[in-house]
Every structure is written in C-alpha cells, then in structure tokens.
C-alpha cells in the first residue's frame, strides 16, 4: 500500500500547477536528506532551508526517499571523496581544524568520510538534479500527462470511492 500512496504523490505532484523549477528544487534538496547518513543537525539544517525557499516540500521529500535509496550504492563513491577531502588534500587541513573547533560544527559530523562525501556529492549534483528534473517535468506535462490521465489503471483509480474522498480532502 505504501508504494500506491508513493505513485500518487508522484503523479499528484507531476499534474499539479506549481511550477517545475519550484518542485526540481525541492527534490534536489532532498539529496541533502537522503545521501548523507541521517544526522540531526544537518537534517534541522535543510529542513530550514527548504521552509524558507520556494521550493516544493512534498518534492523535497521525495527526493530524500528516492536519494536515500540511492545512497547505499553511493556509499563506497561517498566514503572516496570524502577521504580525498579529509586526508588527501592538505590545503583543506587549517580549514578542517578551524571547522572542527568552531562550537557546534562537530555535530555535523564532516569528520566522517561517508557523512562529508555524501554532503559534497549532494552539493555536485544540486544543479544538474535541478535541470534534469525541471527538463523532465516539462516534457511530462507536454507529452505524456494526457497520456497517463487516459491510462485504464488511473481511470479505475479515480472511479474507485477512495479517489473521491482522497480528492476531496486534497482540497
């Protein structure tokens, strides 16, 4: 059942009328949720960031599913760049010291190669997701929204009384 609720929000957010750039955002800072492993203080971080920018928080949200299910094969890619960070590069040594000793900035946890990888994976992708999804919704609401409204499985969907009252309630 928790898949047929996950479809409908995608196809929710794919029909609805808000802007694609506001819904490609919130689904690419969802990776800023998902890839990195789960820590309060960065999660408290973008969370703020995401209620304070125009973005779409149910696409935010998304994002983080689809990205956390991504994490686990980006984990070995993550725990790579994070050490190339950490260790690797001595130039960044004064600036990881004076980070690590500011007060509340161990909490983020960017001593953790996996953690720090997966936050400047997120940080790489950021544009790219945006312009990929942005491109994607775009096309879907040109090419195959129609499409998928005509579909056998979705008029039975609507035609079922749960629609009718899920619609209802989304109003």
Do not use: C
Not at 2 to 18: E, Q, R
Not at 82 to 105: H, S
Not at 120 to 135: D, G, H, N, Q
Not at 158 to 169: G, M, Q
């Amino acid at each position: 059942m928790i898949w047929i609720k996950f479809l409908k929000k995608i196809v929710a957010i794919l029909h609805s009328d808000i802007s694609p750039r506001q819904i490609a955002a919130g689904f690419a800072l969802g990776a800023f949720l998902g890839l990195p492993p789960s820590n309060i203080v960065n999660n408290l971080v973008v969370f703020f960031v995401i209620m304070i920018l125009n973005v779409n928080v149910a696409a935010a949200f998304l994002g983080a599913a689809v990205f956390a299910l991504i994490s686990f094969a980006l984990d070995p890619l993550s725990d790579v760049v994070g050490y190339a960070l950490l260790a690797k590069m001595d130039f960044l040594t004064p600036f990881w010291v004076k980070i690590y000793n500011a007060p509340l900035t161990p909490f983020t946890r960017f001593y953790n190669t996996v953690m720090l990888g997966s936050f400047a994976t997120a940080s790489a992708f950021f544009v790219p997701t945006i312009i990929v999804i942005e491109k994607f919704i775009i096309f879907y609401r040109a090419r195959l929204k129609s499409k998928v409204e005509n579909l056998k499985i979705m008029k039975a969907f609507k035609a079922t009384n749960f629609f009718s009252v899920y619609d209802k309630l989304k109003e």
